[in-house]
């Protein structure tokens, strides 16, 4: 013999994890909102800490390409596997022991991807020219290469500063993105309560 449910018990139930969704989305976004205003009040504090990271992900991808490499089938392969994971422990390692040089390194990347990132988009820019939004993305490439001889211009300066900032903004963008998805998901719980009375 089946039980029937009350009518709207489905709708209160997609209605609470809506709820639940959008607590836990709009404290998240909360939380990253707060560390990237600390992480743009303490930019070389932020890059630092981002350097160490980097070095100990290098250091754990390290052994475990030296651990595979005496797992591979041939030694060719585990030769090229034993090198690699020596490379990335080594540069892990002088990442974690120098973070100031790291950061310095990491920072002419970016420098030098803002350029040749501008310098491809100019390119697009141009291809796809007479289409709608060739010049946006002229635009776009300028600006990039802008961006990338003020960095390199202003290094070693830059590293101070360069790495957290950017780090500081995507959380700031990734905080504002989840509180927006935690009030879409008020706004659709509110929906479903109404359709369920």
């Known amino acids: 013999m089946t039980t029937r449910q009350p009518q709207g018990t489905g709708m209160n139930t997609l209605s609470d994890t809506a709820k639940s969704g959008a607590r836990s989305a709009t404290w998240l976004g909360i939380a990253v909102l707060v560390l990237g205003i600390l992480a743009l009040g303490m930019p070389f504090l932020t890059g630092v800490a981002i350097t160490i990271s980097i070095g100990v992900i290098l250091i754990a991808t390290g052994i475990a390409q030296v651990v595979f490499a005496f797992e591979s089938d041939s030694f060719g392969r585990g030769a090229l596997r034993f090198g690699f994971g020596v490379l990335a422990g080594l540069a892990g390692i002088s990442l974690v022991t120098q973070p100031g040089a790291g950061l310095a390194t990491i920072t002419l990347f970016l420098a030098a991807?803002?350029?040749v990132d501008g310098v491809f988009a100019i390119i697009t820019g141009l291809s796809w020219r007479p289409e709608k939004g060739w010049g946006l993305m002229l635009f776009n490439g300028v600006i990039s290469i802008i961006l990338g001889a003020m960095i390199y211009r202003q290094f070693p300066v830059s590293a101070t500063w360069l790495v957290g900032l950017l780090?500081?903004?995507r959380l700031l963008l990734a905080?504002?993105?989840m509180i927006a998805l935690g009030a879409a998901g008020?706004?659709?719980a509110r929906k479903l309560d109404q359709g369920g009375n």
């Open 113 to 115: 991807w803002f350029f």
């Open 186 to 188: 008020r706004t659709v």
């Open 175 to 177: 905080g504002w993105t």
């Open 167 to 169: 780090v500081g903004i």
